[in-house]
Nanobody, 121 residues
Framework: QLQLVVSGGGLVQAGGSLRLPCAAS????????MGWYRQVLGKELELVAT???????NYADSVKGRFTISTDNAKNTLYLQMNSLKPEDTAVYYC???????????????WGQGTQVTVSS
């Protein structure tokens, strides 16, 4: 099992920055893709950014050029650096990982708990 713990979040003014860490723990065979998602109350879950084990990144159009997803393998931590924040970035942010717990297992996913990010205008 892979456990993900999100920290960070909070209240920030528009134009400000925030970094969200997501710490991973547990014994797994491989982690294929990690990502950040967000959800506004009453709306669907939205993909924010993903990063593959090979370092290939993908971003939602709404955050391109402002957010950066990265990993620190030594710390087993996924990050989301958010710059030039806008009020519309206000949401609960979640991290997610697609992984295999053994070489013969199929891929499964694990989710961290959400953290609230509020951007004031």
């Amino acid at each position: 099992q892979l456990q993900l713990v999100v920290s960070g979040g909070g209240l920030v003014q528009a134009g400000g920055s925030l970094r969200l860490p997501c710490a991973a723990s547990g014994s797994v065979f491989s982690i294929n893709v990690m990502g950040w998602y967000r959800q506004v109350l009453g709306k669907e879950l939205e993909l924010v950014a993903t990063i593959t084990s090979g370092g290939i990144t993908n971003y939602a159009d709404s955050v391109k050029g402002r957010f950066t997803i990265s990993t620190d393998n030594a710390k087993n931590t996924l990050y989301l650096q958010m710059n030039s924040l806008k009020p519309e970035d206000t949401a609960v942010y979640y991290c997610e990982a697609d992984y295999k717990w053994h070489w013969f297992s199929s891929s499964t996913s694990s989710w961290g708990q959400g953290t609230q990010v509020t951007v004031s205008s």
